[in-house]
């Protein structure tokens, strides 16, 4: 038995045992959000024990199943307590709905190994007026610099030019797409933050996508919850991941306070160039122009050169892994479908030609590519526990008590595979998004891949521009094939951060 099932199986069996003996000890009103496992009987014992049983015999990788097999006993609001936290799932999307748009449910839990590692808050894990600031920065950012605008459209069309060209190298041989999607998709977002884009074979770029590829995996896989345990940098020594996993975060962070060093050499600040230009004019509006950056609960300033640098990284690893991996996943199921590839390519070009390439404002007249798309958001599901937020105050989600410090973990993969919102939803079918003309683009109130509510992805447009002009242009410019004599396609996800596809091979042959 390896490290990581070792280590699940004493934390599972600590887990349970507080699970019987808090149950033992408390009891229970209608009041009480239903706690896994209740066990109230022999039988409710026996069931929920063949249930975790499923879960290892699943290699600890499909978290979200095993929550969801637990919703269907307890209900859409149920909770996992462990000795240091509370855990509160949702599967449903009137539960989520109403917890994310409840004010006390919008802070985040910390990650205690990357606290004491690198300094500063960023923009994602932060939490009160921290978060606030730095959102409103962030979004206010977004704007000026046009994400609904051709500027952006175009630094994404350059680098999906790019990528294409290394595809075409390839004369159709069979390759792993994971290293070329993630260049592609971190160099859009290091021209937006740091303002640059890196040559796919430059020794630094590898190494900063390394780092962040690698805590992905770490902190959404079997290890993760350690790394929210207040004392778990005391644990470094004994666990190297969690070392691994700070030594990562300052990697990414150092790389970003480089970035922002060498900016402040030739700094304007009426004319910025891109994310760190504007935080550094902020910075310097708060020191000369006596504008309040302070945080009313601590009197610490939010405007600060580590919170940039924490803030830019988690711009460039929630934009780099979260895009890059529904890229692998729409090759992926193009790959295993195409028929349905094949109605994408007609329609581009008929819409599109074959002269040019695809735009932006061409997708109001790409009714079945925007359903595909869609579509894949929908099966893909890339994060299928969402993103944790964790209660500010005592309140309330569908009239149980969520106590202060919960953490709050919505269980997307239930939402995306409720049979009772979509009809046959294991089957990958563009239509489903389409009214009966099939001209038309039905919009679905319960798909939310970006989330919804106060925390809801903040460069949700960002993305979107990115996955349509990146596979358009794929799809228009190459038709893709599952290479000879190669395993069968499997849609069973590896659990990180996100949920990747299985390592895969794939052959793209350029259309004439």
């Not at 002269?355 to 994060?383: C, F, H, W």
């Not at 569908?398 to 009772?420: E, H, Q, R, Y």
């Not at 990115?466 to 893709?480: A, D, K, P, S, Y």
């Amino acid at each position: 038995m390896d490290y990581s099932w070792s280590l699940a199986l004493l934390g599972l069996s600590v887990v349970l045992f507080v699970l019987w003996w808090s149950r033992r000890r408390t009891p229970t009103t209608t009041r009480n959000v239903p706690a896994m496992p209740f066990i109230s009987s022999l039988a409710d014992a026996v069931e929920d024990f063949w249930i975790t049983v499923d879960l290892f015999r699943a290699g600890l990788s499909q978290p979200h199943y095993m929550f969801n097999r637990f919703s269907q006993k307890y209900g859409p609001v149920f909770s996992v307590t462990l000795p240091y936290l509370r855990i509160v799932v949702l599967s449903s999307y009137e539960a989520i709905r109403e917890a994310f748009q409840n004010q006390l449910l919008s802070d985040r839990p910390v990650i205690h190994v990357l606290k004491h590692g690198v300094k500063g808050h960023g923009v994602a894990f932060s939490s009160g007026e921290t978060w606030k600031v730095q959102r409103k920065m962030v979004l206010n950012f977004l704007r000026a610099f046009g994400v609904n605008r051709s500027s952006f459209e175009e630094k994404i069309a350059l680098e999906a030019s790019h990528l294409n060209a290394e595809l075409r190298q390839l004369d159709g041989r069979a390759f792993n797409p994971s290293h070329l999607f993630a260049n592609a998709v971190s160099n859009i977002i290091c021209s937006v933050v740091f303002g640059q884009r890196y040559e796919y074979s430059d020794p630094r770029f590898k190494k900063l996508l390394r780092a962040v590829y690698r805590n992905v995996a770490i902190i959404g896989g079997n290890t993760g919850p350690l790394q929210m345990l207040p004392f778990a940098y005391l644990l470094k020594p004994l666990i190297p991941v969690l070392k691994e996993t700070e030594d990562n975060g300052k990697l990414i962070n150092n790389f970003a306070k480089e970035v922002l060093e060498e900016h402040q050499k030739d700094f304007d600040p009426d004319n910025p160039r891109d994310f760190t230009d504007v935080f550094l004019r902020k910075m310097a509006a708060a020191t000369t122009e006596g504008e309040s950056d302070k945080d009313s609960n601590n009197n610490e300033s939010i405007l600060t050169v580590h919170n940039m640098c924490a803030t830019a990284s988690d711009l460039f690893v929630a934009g780099t892994e979260t895009t890059s991996t529904s890229l692998r996943w729409g090759l992926l199921y193009m790959m295993a479908r195409p028929d349905i590839l094949e109605k994408v390519q007609q329609e581009l070009d008929a819409v599109v030609g074959r002269g040019r390439l695809p735009r932006m404002s061409d997708k109001p007249n790409l009714p079945y590519t925007e359903a595909t798309l869609m579509e894949l958001q929908r099966v893909a599901n890339i994060l299928p526990l969402g993103i944790p937020h964790q209660a500010s105050e005592d309140t309330t989600i569908l009239g149980f008590d969520i106590p202060k410090g919960s953490v709050i973990m919505p269980n997307m993969w239930a939402l995306s595979t409720d049979s009772k919102l979509w009809q046959d939803p294991e089957t990958f079918r563009p239509e489903r998004f389409l009214d009966e003309t099939g001209r038309n683009v039905v919009k679905q109130e319960e798909h939310i891949p970006f989330s919804i509510g106060r925390r809801m992805c903040i460069g949700e447009q960002l993305a979107k521009m990115e996955l349509f002009i990146f596979l358009t242009h794929l799809f228009h410019q190459f038709t893709i094939k599952k290479p000879d004599g190669s395993p069968p396609i499997s849609f069973k996800g590896v659990m990180g951060v996100t949920l990747s596809p299985l390592p895969y091979e794939v052959c793209v042959i350029p259309r004439s």
